[in-house]
Nanobody, 113 residues
Framework: QVQLVESGGGLVQPGGSLRLSCAAS????????MGWYRQAPGKQRELVAL???????DYLDSVKGRFTISRDNAKNTVFLQMNSLKPEDTAVYYC???????WGQGTQVTVSS
C-alpha cells in the first residue's frame, strides 16, 4: 500500500521561500513519475509540478521560474523548492504519483504578511 508523507509547509511572507519534502513508501519509487499538487480553499486540486523517472519536468504556468521539483531516489523522497512565494500560492500541498494513488495528509503553505 502506498504511503506518502509530506512535510515542510508553514507560514511565510510574500517573496519568501519554502522547501517541501515528500517521503514515499509502498511503491518502486525510482520508476514512478512524481508530482506536487495543491488545493486552495474552495478550489479544485491542481497539478503544480511533475518529475518523470527520466528527469523530465513540467510546471504549472503560474509557478514556472519560481518552483523547482527534484527527487532523491536513494531516499524515496521528492522535493519542491518554492521561491518568490505569493499569497496566491497559499494551499495545502500534496505529492503523489501520476497517475495518482492514495493521497497523504498534505502540508499547509500559507503566504501572508
Amino acid at each position: 500500500q502506498v504511503q506518502l508523507v509530506e512535510s515542510g509547509g508553514g507560514l511565510v511572507q510574500p517573496g519568501g521561500s519554502l522547501r517541501l519534502s515528500c517521503a514515499a513508501s509502498g511503491i518502486t519509487f525510482r520508476i514512478n513519475t512524481m508530482g506536487w499538487y495543491r488545493q486552495a480553499p474552495g478550489k479544485q486540486r491542481e497539478l503544480v509540478a511533475l518529475l518523470t523517472s527520466g528527469g523530465g519536468t513540467d510546471y504549472l504556468d503560474s509557478v514556472k521560474g519560481r518552483f523547482t521539483i527534484s527527487r532523491d531516489n536513494a531516499k524515496n523522497t521528492v522535493f519542491l523548492q518554492m521561491n518568490s512565494l505569493k499569497p496566491e500560492d497559499t494551499a495545502v500541498y500534496y505529492c503523489n504519483t501520476r497517475p495518482v494513488r492514495d493521497w497523504g495528509q498534505g502540508t499547509q503553505v500559507t503566504v501572508s504578511s
